[in-house]
């Protein structure tokens, strides 16, 4: 299947995500590759036991590679989200290279800081800060990694509406997300409303 309208999309994982052939991520760049976009969805180094500045360097490197001819689209989830926060805090070239992000489920500060693997992720005060580019945060209404909320945690901060999904979880395997299909319809229009995917458990 081809689309009137190619785009350019990277994918990024989160924490301890080695791209489960069931996950809505790995489920979404298949589908995207088959209506004929270019889909970069990347394995990120030692996933288990990350380091921010190899994650920062990968992140640089992959959006550099984007076609720059197309619409050029980031969808990140979980800890990616927060790698996204920390690239744009910083300042460092590519993100505002960007036509549109999706952050999905990104953890608290407070639950980074209890496990010593991903502590270093923690975002500094956010507060003020401006994003470069149309951005959508999504989470559920009852994500165990972010129990502070995510309008509270990144929402109110970014200056953006959290749009949650109620018993979402962390919108992971574990939660159902296997097929997603608003978050193809969001990377295909730019202008979906993201719901529970069908048949999620509660």
């Known amino acids: ?38 889909v970069t969805y990347p394995q990120l180094p030692d996933p288990d036991d990350p380091a921010l500045e190899v994650w920062l360097g990968e992140l640089s490197r992959h959006l550099g590679a984007l076609d720059a001819g197309r619409e050029r689209v980031v969808i990140a989830h979980s800890l990616s989200a927060v790698l996204w926060l920390h690239a744009v805090a910083r300042g460092l070239p590519g993100p505002d290279t960007v036509d549109r992000v999706l952050l999905v489920a990104p ?23 401006a994003l470069p580019n149309p951005t959508r945060l999504v989470a559920g209404d009852d994500d165990p990694y972010c129990p502070e909320g995510a309008q509270s945690a990144y929402g109110t901060p970014l200056g953006l509406t959290a749009e949650l999904l ?9 939660a159902g997300y296997g097929s997603w299909p608003s978050v193809l319809e969001w990377c295909e229009t730019g202008d979906a409303r993201f719901t529970v995917r069908p048949g999620q458990r509660s």
Not at 107 to 129: I, K, N, Q, T
Not at 166 to 174: C, K, R, S
């Open 1 to 38: 299947m081809t689309t009137t309208t190619p785009r350019a999309f990277l994918i990024l994982h989160g924490w301890q995500n080695h791209r489960p052939a069931g996950h809505w991520q790995h489920w979404l760049a298949d589908r995207l590759t088959e209506r004929g976009h270019a």
């Open 107 to 129: 953890p608290s500060g407070a639950v980074l800081a209890g496990h010593p693997e991903v502590a270093e992720f923690v975002v500094p005060s956010l507060d003020g800060s």
């Open 166 to 174: 109620p018993g979402a979880a962390h919108v992971d395997l574990d």
